[in-house]
């Protein structure tokens, strides 16, 4: 299954509001996950199911979706929020990750 | 907390084999509760999923396209999993993670990684 992520750089603020978007090939019911990776680190799972929150993350961060289009939001920007951001499925093998969305500081 | 840790050589020769090593603290490896996977990652792009390993069954699962390359093992003497690829080429150049998933319906994401391994390959 082939995922696609849109934008594939965002420039934002502290304080915005964004929102990024991944959709797959094939349906996925809501076997979809989000994470964030910062620098020279591994990535962070922060949504599973697709809109369920990981343990610990906080709750200005949300995901919808289901079938073939996700979004991930994050409401009021902080400056630990400027990382990579990979959606993953895994409803059918191989699991696989979209190419990523940099959310950079404008 | 589950921790889980790569370990194993940074430069591997074209043609060779890669061996890498997952210990895990905080969890078993043989739990029922969890599957165990090894992702890469080459240098400014997206994750690669290649596999798990469920020891419980004994089940193993490789991406299609490593399969005939790649085997995954586990220690449960040493709570350790295990990443052996072979005849690797510049393009298995790649920071190597393991990972920890769920065993239940709609667990399979990774909820717990390793810092990473970076493996280069030498010509």
């Known amino acids: 299954i082939q995922m696609t992520q849109s934008p594939s750089t965002l420039s934002a603020s502290v304080g915005d509001r964004v929102t990024i978007t991944c959709r797959a090939s094939e349906s996925l019911g809501s076997l979809l996950a989000w994470y964030q990776q910062r620098p020279g680190k591994a990535p962070k799972a922060l949504i599973y199911?697709?809109?369920t929150l990981e343990s610990g993350v906080p709750s200005r961060i949300s995901g919808r979706g289901s079938g073939t289009e996700f979004t991930l939001t994050i409401d009021d920007l902080q400056p630990d929020d400027f990382a990579t951001y990979y959606c993953?499925?895994?409803?059918?093998?191989?699991?696989?990750f979209g190419q990523g969305t940099t959310v950079e500081l404008k | 907390q589950v921790q889980l840790q790569e370990s194993g050589p940074g430069l591997v020769k074209a043609s060779q084999t890669l061996s890498l090593t997952c210990s895990v603290s905080?969890?078993?490896?043989?739990?029922?509760?969890?599957?165990w996977n090894w992702i890469r990652q080459p240098a400014g792009k997206g994750p690669e999923w290649i596999g798990r390993i469920y020891t419980t069954t004994g089940s193993v699962n490789i991406n299609p396209s490593l399969k005939s390359r790649v085997t995954i093992s586990v220690d449960t003497s040493r709570n350790q999993f295990t990443l052996k690829m072979t005849a690797v080429t510049a393009a298995d150049a790649a920071v190597y993670y393991c990972?920890?998933?769920?065993?239940?319906?709609?667990?399979?994401?990774?909820?717990?990684w390793g810092r990473g391994a970076q493996v280069t390959v030498s010509s």
């Open positions: 905080g969890a078993s490896v043989d739990s029922a509760s969890y599957y």
């Open positions: 199911k697709a809109s």
């Open positions: 993953q499925q895994y409803k059918t093998y191989p699991w696989t």
């Open positions: 990972a920890k998933s769920g065993a239940g319906a709609g667990l399979y994401y990774f909820n717990a």
